[in-house]
T-cell receptor, first 115, second 114 residues
């Protein structure tokens, strides 16, 4: 069964450094998402992406964040200058279309630790 | 804006016992409702979803949920749990008229004991 994959599973970085989290969505899916979960808190929506453009973003997704689909398979989340409060589990998801009834398929997550 | 509250952070239960995981939501617009499960070291997997029609929704692994509009609830139930059901369960909503952005609850850890 096709699945969303994410690399790395765990990333440790120093405050102020740039990190890139990588995701490979399911191959025929067209909509892509990033969510994050700070330890002990809710899973929060960050951004949705379709046709090489951001469809929607949350207040969390400020200028420090960017997303890109650099090729036909990868979908990346870049944090330009990490802060301590960026430490969280980051989940990538994809769906066939962006409809609200569509099932989003999630990857296993990347745990980001900012020191 | 929407919000989701999962009333129990942890639910311990013995194997073969019934279980209910509670979820309440708040929204000024119509929503669709979802339950996701996360097994250790895996991604979130859809258990079931309510879009319209019958308020009782059946999902995978013997789970079901009932949508109650008057009580703004979407509780998840299983009549007899197995050790393998031990996982984190997330309730989520999305607006009917918006993009697929999911709003999640805090999650409930189901601990099934032998």
């Amino acid at each position: 069964e096709p699945e969303v994959t994410q690399t790395p599973s765990h990333q440790v970085t120093q405050m102020g450094q740039e990190v890139i989290l990588r995701c490979v969505p399911i191959s025929n899916h067209l909509y892509f998402y990033w969510y994050r979960q700070i330890l002990g808190q809710k899973v929060e929506f960050l951004v949705s992406f379709y046709n090489n453009e951001i469809s929607e973003k949350s207040e969390i997704f400020d200028d420090q964040f960017s997303v890109e689909r650099p090729d036909g398979s990868n979908f990346t989340l870049k944090i330009r200058s990490t802060k301590l409060e960026d430490s969280a589990m980051y989940f990538c998801a994809s769906s066939i279309s962006g409809g609200t009834t569509d099932t989003q398929y999630f990857g296993p997550g990347t745990r980001l630790t900012v020191l | 804006a929407q919000s989701v509250t999962q009333l129990d952070s942890q639910v311990p239960v013995f194997e073969e016992a019934p279980v209910e995981l509670r979820c309440n939501y708040s929204s000024s617009v119509s929503v669709y409702l979802f339950w996701y499960v996360q097994y250790p070291n895996q991604g979130l997997q859809l258990l079931l979803k309510y879009l319209s029609g019958s308020t009782l929704v059946k999902g995978i692994n013997g789970f079901e949920a009932e949508f109650n509009k008057s009580q703004t609830s979407f509780h998840l139930r299983k009549p007899s749990v197995h050790i393998s059901d031990t996982a984190e369960y997330f309730c989520a909503v999305t607006s009917v008229d918006r993009t697929g952005k999911l709003i999640f609850g805090q999650g409930t850890t189901l601990q099934v004991k032998p």
